[in-house]
């Protein structure tokens, strides 16, 4: 009788053991899925912020693109004004004075924008996500602060389709930004570790 008391004790503290080994695993397996959707939902949060961020600076870029070149053709019909009478050739010298400040605060704005677009995904987002290099550009060429314009004073683009890649985890989010139409599409898919964030 000793002896199957002994089996039953042996036997239920195995059973015993089986359990709370099945338990644990269960729980590991349930922090391993918290932990990937926590990635997840960290990686769409991010995605969405730059998305959101550089579709507004493709729309006031696009916004003060439309006014320079607007100021610029202006310029060159003042130029034009020397067959004008006094009082319209008065005029368009106001135009041509008042335009060339203006041209040279949008070019400041633009500027400005696009600085503090690069910095805050430098310094802000850099921590919660990894991004891919081109994210320290601008859809805009540039080079030494200075963006590349073309004839009608406009900047010019890098791309007119451009890709932002967000990765946090196992996560990757494509971005693919249509300049022209100021469209923006992403697409999610679980990867493979691309390149290491901070």
Not at 31 to 43: C, D, G, M, N, R
Not at 50 to 72: C, D, P, R, Y
Not at 121 to 147: G, Q
Not at 150 to 164: E, F, S, T, V
Request: proline share 2%; with cysteine.
């Amino acid at each position: 009788m000793n002896n199957q008391n002994g089996q039953a004790a042996f036997l239920g503290l195995v059973l015993l053991t089986l359990l709370s080994l099945q338990g644990s695993l269960y729980l590991k397996k349930r922090l391993i899925e918290i932990k990937q959707q926590k990635e997840k939902q960290q990686a769409l949060l991010c995605s969405k912020e730059v998305n959101g961020m550089t579709k507004s600076l493709i729309q006031q870029f696009h916004h003060t693109n439309k006014m320079l070149k607007w100021i610029t053709i202006g310029k060159y019909i003042s130029y034009a004004s020397l067959i004008l009478p006094p009082p319209l050739k008065l005029l368009m010298s106001i135009i041509r004075k008042n335009g060339k400040h203006a041209a040279k605060y949008l070019k400041k704005f633009q500027r400005l924008k696009a600085f503090s677009y690069v910095n805050y995904i430098r310094f802000n987002l850099r921590r919660k996500c990894s991004f891919s290099f081109n994210i320290s550009k601008t859809p805009y060429k540039y080079r030494k602060n200075r963006f590349k314009r073309d004839h009608l004073n406009q900047a010019k683009l890098r791309k007119k389709k451009w890709h932002i890649y967000t990765q946090k985890g196992n996560y990757q989010i494509k971005t693919q930004v249509n300049v022209r139409t100021r469209k923006i599409h992403s697409t999610l898919k679980k990867a493979r570790v691309l390149w290491r964030g901070r």
